[in-house]
């Protein structure tokens, strides 16, 4: 059991098919009290009962710095601790360059990139007052590569964003025993994915990607169960890149 007796807060987790349930079911199921934040609190409280007793499920904007204050309050008042932060919440817009309106770019950087500032300062004290933690920071390939299928310009901004936050994160709060990282997923099926692809742009999408399939929301689970437990007690600042072999370096 990697996560026993852990606490995990893991936000955008309510959607059953999504990235983030997977991985509070797979944290939930090596040992960990898992905590869903979402926007809707009825969808969170129902992806957490579906994880068994004794998770939870709160309502918060993570763009917005007195909800998610006080969601981490209510984490505290219950669990006594937190131990891992998975800042998965984010929205993409397929939106050429020149179609971005300033809505669209606040819109995407406030969830992605100002959400995971917000998340990871309200969880900071606690995990420094622990001397230990591990905040895991959802990337994307479209950070690395400039542009994935369907997100616009300013996902990828917004991703690569995150990508230089979880870097200076984890060289200030390395001597706090905190560690920081990042996943970047390549194309993933989701719900986000559901319904987009065509078979054409299934078989080109395929024709890069070494290990010949798309990824599912388990793959990027499991890597984030990796950077969350004892395993990669050793590893902070690192990216790790879940995408198949899409973007090879």
Partial sequence: MLLEDKVAVITGAASVRGLGF??????????????????????????????????????????????????????????GRIDVLVNNAGI????????IKRENYDAVLDVSLRGTLLMSQAVIP???????????CISSVSAQRGGGIFGGPHYSAAKAGVLGLMKAMARELGPDNV????????????????????????QSILSGIPLNRLGDAADI??????????????????TLDVNGGMLIH
């Avoid at 993409?92 to 179609?99: A, R």
């Avoid at 606690?126 to 895991?136: F, K, L, N, Y």
């Avoid at 689970?221 to 690192?238: D, E, M």
């Fill in 22 to 79: 997977a991985t509070a079911k797979l944290f939930a199921s090596q040992g960990a009290k898992v905590v869903i934040i979402d926007l809707d609190a009825d969808a969170s409280a129902a992806a957490a009962s579906k994880l068994g007793a004794g998770h939870l499920g709160l309502a918060a904007n993570v763009a917005c710095e007195q909800q998610v204050n006080a969601a981490i309050e209510q984490v505290l008042g219950k669990y």
């Fill in 221 to 238: 689970a499991g890597a984030a169960l990796f950077l969350a437990s004892p395993l990669s007690a050793y590893s902070t600042g690192i």
């Fill in 92 to 99: 993409t817009q397929p939106i050429k360059l020149m179609d």
């Fill in 179 to 202: 560690r920081v990282n990042a996943i970047a997923p390549g194309l993933i099926q989701t719900d986000i994915t559901a319904g987009k692809l065509s078979d054409e742009m299934r």
């Fill in 126 to 136: 606690t995990m420094r007052s622990q001397r230990a933690g591990s905040i895991v």
